[in-house]
């Protein structure tokens, strides 16, 4: 009888390559692989550049990356057999269990984390897991040729040459108001000749069609399997018109759909961004408060991050751990903005509401922007299928709070930008012609 995981023929071996400058380390998960019969280790190599180059010759279906190498570490080699041999999966090792090293492992394309030392069940169930789920990636990509040290283009054919600034709209708790905040910062950035796109990137449980009376069949799962060969008539294709003119990329139907982006890919999202980008003056990227890979890949693209909270107790102490986080990714500070959202005036406002004075100094960052709580203001307009600020009396609060934040990312992503344009043209001016030329310098 056999047991789940075991062969039924030659065909189901799951071929592993083990990647360890510690020669000791890779014999003992030899010996450890050789009990199991559905196990054959085809290539034992010592560095990260000798496992780049094994990966390409052998094509295992598992590789067992440790993550500290000298010539090469283990997230170098990981994110160059990403792109090279797509069809392998990378399970990374380290003795050292960090969680930014399992987030740059992930981020690079590792599949799963092991911490050494590693029980046998473990590596066994974790083997066998992951090449289960990567059976549907490498059966995509088993006859495509692939083209070697390529990165993924930023932009695919056919795109404009517009900036793509992505400003993702995030909380670390849930019912803070991040789909309206979100919806509405797309809204107001819509002027004439500005397209902006809106993404519904809460994968489980996204409002974005709730608040704008959205029904769509499609959504960015159609997408996923087409994300190396993304083009802008496909995506044109998924993407929903709003009727104000919004366009807006809805996220999976169903929670359960979540999984096909999360397990396969949960960098998609980011990476379809970033290509299609250049369609784009703004793309407004709606999330949910779970600190998922999806989430902190999207981060990372990010040209701005609007941090939105509350005035309690819970939520600024979360605000505060993300604000860590952004620390210990080295964003720089002004990439975050603080806005609390839901702010009860003067006269409403609740004993254990904590004062913004208070909370600023807590998080030592400035509040950009309190926006007044309203709640019938926001039912109504989501009665309607319309964006809060689509009302005309915009000297009204929150709609005027919300015209403001959409002001601010306006003038500081496009200000940024033309202050850029203006300091290389300045450079330029100065130059002597010929001499860059005659130097072998742009």
Request: glycine share 6%; charged share 25%.
């Amino acid at each position: 009888m056999n047991r789940p995981g075991s062969p039924q023929s030659e065909g189901d071996v799951i071929t592993i390559l083990l990647v360890d400058d510690i020669p000791e380390a890779r014999e003992n998960i030899k010996k450890l692989l050789a009990f199991e019969p559905d196990f054959r280790v085809v290539g034992s190599v010592g560095t990260g550049r000798e496992g780049v180059a094994s990966a390409k010759e052998l094509k295992p279906n598992i590789i067992i990356m440790d993550i500290n190498m000298p010539d090469m570490d283990g997230i170098q080699a990981t994110s160059l057999i990403t792109e090279s041999v797509p069809t392998a999966a990378v399970i990374m090792m380290s003795v050292q269990n960090d969680a930014d090293y399992l987030r740059r492992a992930m981020l690079a394309g590792a599949r799963n984390f092991l911490t050494k030392p590693i029980s046998p069940d473990e590596l066994y169930n974790t083997i066998r897991t992951v090449h289960a789920q990567h059976k549907v990636v490498a059966q995509r990509f088993r006859d495509t040729p692939v083209v070697e040290n390529l990165r993924p283009v930023v932009q695919v054919e056919g795109t404009e040459n517009r900036p793509g600034h992505i400003i993702v709209v995030y909380s670390p708790q849930g019912g803070v108001g991040v789909t309206t905040v979100a919806t509405n910062i797309a809204s107001a950035l819509m002027k004439e000749g500005v397209r902006v796109l809106l993404v519904d990137a809460d994968l489980q449980f996204g409002d974005v069609g709730v608040l704008l009376n959205i029904q769509s069949q499609s959504t960015m799962v159609d997408l996923v399997d087409n994300i190396h060969d993304l083009d802008t008539e496909l995506f044109d294709s998924i993407v929903f018109t709003h009727d104000s003119g919004l366009k807006v990329l809805m996220g999976p139907a169903r929670p359960e759909y979540a999984e096909v982006i999360e397990q396969n890919n949960p960098t998609a999202v980011a990476q379809m961004l970033e290509k299609i980008g250049g369609n784009y003056d703004f793309i407004v990227v709606d999330t949910g408060h779970a600190l998922s890979e999806t989430v902190l890949s999207l981060f990372d693209a990010a040209a701005k991050i609007v941090l939105v909270g509350m005035p309690t107790l819970a939520c600024v102490k979360n605000m505060r751990f993300v604000l860590d986080l952004f620390d210990q990714l080295n964003y720089a500070p002004d990439k975050t903005m603080l806005v609390l959202n839901r702010v009860p005036d003067d006269r409403n406002r609740q004993k254990f509401l904590i004062p913004s004075e208070k909370i600023a100094r807590f998080l030592k960052r400035p509040i950009e922007l309190e926006i007044p709580a309203d709640e019938m203001t926001a039912l109504e307009a989501m009665s309607k299928g319309v964006p809060i600020v689509a009302r005309r009396d915009k000297s009204r609060s929150p709609i005027k709070e919300l015209m403001g934040l959409s002001d601010m990312l306006y003038t500081r992503l496009v200000g940024s930008q033309e202050e850029e344009m203006a300091d290389a043209a300045d450079k330029a001016k100065q130059r002597k012609p010929g001499l860059g030329l005659r130097l072998g310098k742009a």
